[in-house]
């Protein structure tokens, strides 16, 4: 059987299990996919895999307006890995989601430059191996001049439409610094400085899983994962910690007061 | 890591530095304050606003 036909039975099989209130995926749309909360006895012919959403972030705010709500989804491995950060920062309750990990394929990893095409238990579809970042080795080989050049000239592109905030599913703060004048001028193109991409860089470190949702929804077609994808890799260098690997690893950079854990 | 997203720009990461100074060691903060200013001058302005 194919893999999409695989997936809606198992979708179906979850629904009918009585075990979920609704599984959370993808169904043809205009132009071509939308999420859909797909409920027990709903037709599942319709349900598709790609272009792949910010799921994580639609399963957040499902969750966020039903609390008591048991919900599946269909997880690939950075969706999984969303819902983990997600979870470690108290923005979703894993408990409450059953998740039906489903394999990328190798178009579809090398269409993400991905390096984890996978969920750490997989229910549809074949493993296929993650692969490096060709963008990212291209970017190491600049000097700091040509850094700065290259950045200056992406970022000139940046219309501001905070689409890369907005889609990025690590991006739950109610107050955002980005919205800030003090921080990022307001109504103001091409700025000396690129205080917003460099802010929300910083803001990815030990959250961003990879799942390029950022880059997808940029109008401008910014390469910004080549930027967070480095981060990533000094993350694990210099802290150990791999966002999204495991839900028993505390993220580094939250600041607990003393005795503030387990209560 | 702010450091590290810097030079990822381009930008030198020595133009940053975060040091601790307790409240009574005046001297050791004037000379902190002095060398990092002397550092930074030395590197010139960032010439951000030059067209690419």
């Known amino acids: ?263 | 890591m702010l450091r590290l997203l810097l030079s990822h720009v381009g930008i030198n990461p020595d133009r940053v530095k975060l040091d601790w100074v307790s409240s009574s060691e005046a001297n050791r903060f004037a000379e902190v304050v002095r060398t990092f200013t002397e550092q930074v001058r030395a590197l010139g302005p960032l010439e951000t606003r030059r067209t690419a």
């Open chain 1, 1 to 263: 059987m194919e893999r999409l036909d695989l997936l809606r039975d198992a979708v179906k099989n979850l629904l009918d299990s009585g075990q979920v209130d609704g599984v959370l995926a993808l169904r043809a749309a205009w132009p071509e996919s939308a999420p859909h909360l797909f409920r027990p006895g709903d037709d599942v012919s319709n349900l598709v895999l790609w272009p792949k959403y910010q799921l994580p972030k639609i399963l957040d705010l499902l969750l966020t307006a039903n609390p008591e709500a048991r919900l599946g989804m269909v997880t690939r491995g950075c969706e999984e890995r969303g819902l983990i950060e997600l979870a470690k920062h108290n923005q979703v309750d894993l408990a409450h989601v059953t998740q039906i990990g489903l394999a990328c394929t190798a178009e579809e990893r090398d269409l993400c430059r991905c390096a984890w095409p996978y969920p750490s238990r997989i229910d549809v579809g074949d493993k296929v191996d993650g692969i490096a970042d060709a963008l990212v080795a291209d970017h190491e080989k600049l000097s700091p001049e040509e850094r700065t050049a290259f950045w200056k000239q992406q970022f000139a592109r940046c219309i501001k439409c905070y689409a890369c905030r907005t889609a990025c599913p690590q991006c739950f703060c109610e107050t955002c610094v980005l919205e800030d004048n003090l921080w990022v001028q307001s109504a103001a193109l091409g700025t000396p400085f690129p205080a917003y991409h460099l802010i929300r860089a910083y803001h990815t470190v030990a959250k961003c899983v990879g799942c390029t949702e950022c880059e997808r929804a940029c109008p401008a077609d910014i390469p910004l994962t080549v930027l967070y994808t480095l981060l990533r890799r000094d993350a694990e260098e210099t802290l150990g910690y791999v966002p999204g690997r495991s839900v028993d690893e505390l993220p580094p950079l939250v600041v607990e007061l003393a005795g503030d854990r387990g209560g």
